[in-house]
T-cell receptor, first 111, second 116 residues
Framework: NAGVTQTPKFRILKIGQSMTLQCTQD?????MYWYRQDPGMGLKLIYY???????DKGEVPNGYNVSRSTTEDFPLRLELAAPSQTSVYFC??????????FGQGTRLTVV | AQSVTQLDSQVPVFEEAPVELRCNYS??????LFWYVQYPNQGLQLLLK??????LVESINGFEAEFNKSQTSFHLRKPSVHISDTAEYFC??????????????FGTGTLLAVQP
């Protein structure tokens, strides 16, 4: 099993550009999450999903969008990139909320 | 809404000494509690979890944590640390099965720095 796979691993965006961070899992988990990690701030929940077709906002959703058309995929969309979105982004999945499995992260820099 | 507080941003400790990393949570309903570990440039890995039953839970590498409902705490302990335990440790909480939100919320993390 590959677990949770995130692409790309690194990306540099210019202010105002858009991009999609991809996340896919092969464990048939119903829950999926997107977090951002900033130094000294821990992980902040951006969006989460409890199943295909269902998404909800987390702690810091502004500037992001998500969709969950399949159980496996949970892409995160940045529409107008801003320097404040420079961060490391982690995708995770779990069966209910018992144990989350994390991807290796995407390091995003907005310049 | 649930929240997690890790008061110590960094804990320096000498090798073979005991350590305690503190975690307090707030929630209006029953909770599941977790400790995750992150090594440099990696994702998070589950260290241990409390879902129900015994309030003392253990990991395979010697860490343990105790769920204390009255003090709303889930402190992580190890009686003797190794250099290889150097990492950042995150406490997390989610509302128990059937809770209104089922979100998984993390604390700000504690860097455990083990010195020889």
């Amino acid at each position: 099993n590959a677990g949770v796979t995130q692409t790309p691993k690194f990306r540099i965006l210019k202010i105002g550009q858009s991009m999609t961070l991809q996340c896919t899992q092969d464990m048939n988990h119903n829950y999926m999450y997107w977090y951002r990690q900033d130094p000294g701030m821990g992980l902040k929940l951006i969006y989460y999903s409890v199943g295909a077709g269902i998404t909800d906002k987390g702690e810091v959703p502004n500037g992001y969008n998500v969709s969950r058309s399949t159980t496996e995929d949970f892409p995160l969309r940045l529409e107008l990139a801003a320097p404040s979105q420079t961060s490391v982004y982690f995708c995770a999945s779990s069966y209910q909320v018992t144990e989350a499995f994390f991807g290796q992260g995407t390091r995003l820099t907005v310049v | 809404a649930q929240s997690v507080t890790q008061l110590d941003s960094q804990v320096p400790v000498f090798e073979e000494a005991p350590v305690e990393l503190r975690c307090n949570y707030s929630s209006s309903v029953s909770v599941y509690l977790f400790w995750y570990v992150q090594y440099p440039n990696q994702g998070l890995q589950l260290l241990l979890k409390y879902l129900s039953g015994s309030t003392l839970v253990e990991s395979i590498n010697g860490f343990e944590a105790e769920f204390n409902k009255s003090q709303t705490s889930f402190h992580l302990r190890k009686p003797s640390v190794h250099i290889s335990d150097t990492a950042e440790y995150f406490c997390a909480v989610s509302e128990g099965y059937g809770g209104a939100t089922n979100k998984l919320i993390f604390g700000t993390g504690t860097l455990l720095a083990v010195q020889p």
